[in-house]
């Protein structure tokens, strides 16, 4: 734990606590591929990556059987990664821009995945903002892929993420998805949630999910100064 909160510490002051490229080795290993393989099967249409990192993801999943050939995009906050995926995939939209305020207009997109991407925000405050952006850019469906919290595998380890998506995690991430569906396979929980009403871009307050029924929103409020994967890992915090 000490050893994970030095690494977190290190790399707030080192790279601003913010996502870099992530190395082919890492993204093309045997779990990650198959977390991938996934995604293809499942999305529709045009695609939304938001975190989209330097873009291996969307161009894995541009032959799918159910993808358009073209008019898929991505989004992600850091500047040096959507250089890097416009300078490897140019046949793609790739756009600099935050979870939480996605920059493209309601219903732009069949499918809005959000792969990998929620275990690096807080829970309490910003989880439900993306959720909310997600299903307003979407038409169809929102795929959502996280470590699976209930193993310590180094995806769900990583001392980049805030929290460990545990089952307390993925409960009252379920409580802001109505009728979603979730599988585990390979290390990952796999969500797909069919869009049923549509927010508008117009009322961009952030959704208010029912903190009676999922308390880890208010018990495991965060900040960048208390990793919960340190939290998360000691019995008083279960």
């Not at 490229?21 to 695609?47: D, I, K, Y």
């Not at 991505?74 to 890097?84: A, K, M, R, S, Y």
């Not at 829970?123 to 996280?146: D, G, M």
Request: charged share 25%; with cysteine; net charge negative.
């Amino acid at each position: 734990q000490v050893t994970q909160l030095r690494r977190f510490l290190a790399w707030l002051r080192d790279e601003g606590g913010i996502e870099g490229p992530t190395h082919p080795r890492t993204l093309f290993s045997p779990r990650q591929v198959e977390r991938m393989n996934w995604l293809r099967e499942n999305a529709r249409g045009t695609v939304l990556e938001v975190g989209c990192n330097w873009g291996a993801v969307l161009a894995w999943m541009s032959p799918g059987l159910h993808v358009a050939k073209d008019g898929h995009a991505g989004v992600d906050i850091n500047p040096t990664n959507i250089d890097l995926a416009r300078a490897i995939s140019p046949e793609f939209t790739f756009t600099q821009g935050d979870a939480l305020r996605i920059p493209h207009e309601d219903k732009s997109f069949t499918t809005v995945m959000l792969p990998e991407t929620l275990e690096h925000l807080d829970f309490s405050t910003e989880v439900p903002n993306a959720i909310y952006e997600a299903k307003r850019v979407a038409q169809e469906r929102v795929l959502i892929t996280l470590p699976d919290g209930r193993t310590d595998s180094e995806d769900a380890c990583s001392f980049k993420h805030r929290y460990l998506f545990d089952e307390k995690h993925t409960q009252a991430l379920m409580a802001m998805l109505p009728g979603a569906t979730l599988e585990y396979k390979g290390g990952f929980a796999l969500i797909i949630y069919e869009v049923l009403e549509q927010p508008s871009g117009k009322d961009r307050s952030p959704m208010q999910p029912d903190t009676a029924t999922s308390p880890i929103l208010t018990d495991h409020a965060l900040d960048y100064d208390t990793p919960l994967i340190i939290k998360a890992s000691t019995p008083e915090n279960q």
